[in-house]
């Protein structure tokens, strides 16, 4: 099993900064098969980001996903206030089909 | 507009069963892999299963393995998940959600949710 470690645990940062939220699987993840999605309370999870780099439909450019291998980072280069949420990593190149805990971005 | 509706979700002892179902509409539902992904209360996401298009590739996470029993009926756009053996871990929202690629296990629209409790 690929096992997902998110950091930070919480990252507070303040409308208009950068946030830059890292992944790091426990082995290679197959063809850079790996999501990113955020959650805000209350509310059912949304993608941002599949195949680690391509935003999915309707996303903001401000949302941009790198990496490769282990090694992945979800980018948000200007923070709006509805973009404080938690985000979730999930990997999808080897069954089971793991996420990562969560990053808490908050103010 | 891609809808997916669960029920079936409620109360059960621990050891009891319960089949959940998902509801589609919106898109050609046998176009697409579908998956059940839950959340316990407070917690963050687990996959639990997915299948294929025609059903032919069925994965499940370790956690629900020999108890839980995904499957779909195209005819009727819907997929189900058959839950037997329940235990107090078992608690929480279950998601349909569905896989927009070929193979690809990624989730592009999720449901509402559906809340299973497990408790005596």
């Known amino acids: 099993e690929i096992v997902l470690t998110q950091s930070p645990g919480t990252l507070s940062l303040s409308p208009g900064e950068r946030a830059t939220l890292s992944c790091r699987a426990s082995?290679?993840?197959?063809?850079?098969?790996l999501a990113w999605y955020q959650q805000k309370p209350g509310q059912t999870p949304r993608l941002l980001i599949y195949?680690?780099?391509s935003r999915a439909t309707g996303i903001p450019d401000r949302f941009s996903g790198s990496g490769s291998g282990t090694d992945f980072t979800l980018t948000i280069s200007r923070l709006e206030p509805e973009d404080f949420a938690v985000y979730y990593c999930q990997q999808y190149g080897t069954s089971p089909f793991t996420f990562g805990p969560g990053t808490k971005v908050d103010i | 507009e891609v809808q997916l509706v669960e029920s079936g979700g409620g109360l059960v002892k621990p050891g009891g069963s319960l089949r959940l179902s998902c509801a589609a509409s919106g898109f050609i539902f046998s176009g697409y892999s579908m998956n059940w992904v839950r959340q316990a209360p407070g917690k963050g996401l687990e996959w639990v299963s997915s299948?294929?298009?025609?059903?032919?590739?069925?994965y499940q996470a370790d956690s629900v393995k020999g108890r839980f029993t995904i499957s779909r009926d195209n005819a009727k756009n819907s997929m189900y998940l058959q839950m037997n053996s329940l235990r107090a871990e078992d608690t929480a929202v279950y998601y349909c959600?569905?896989?927009?690629?070929?193979?690809?296990?990624?989730?592009?629209?999720w449901g509402q949710g559906t809340l299973v409790t497990v408790s005596s």
């Open positions: 299948i294929s298009r025609s059903s032919d590739y069925i």
């Open positions: 195949a680690a780099s």
């Open positions: 082995q290679s993840v197959t063809s850079s098969f």
């Open positions: 959600t569905r896989s927009p690629g070929v193979g690809t296990y990624y989730f592009d629209y």
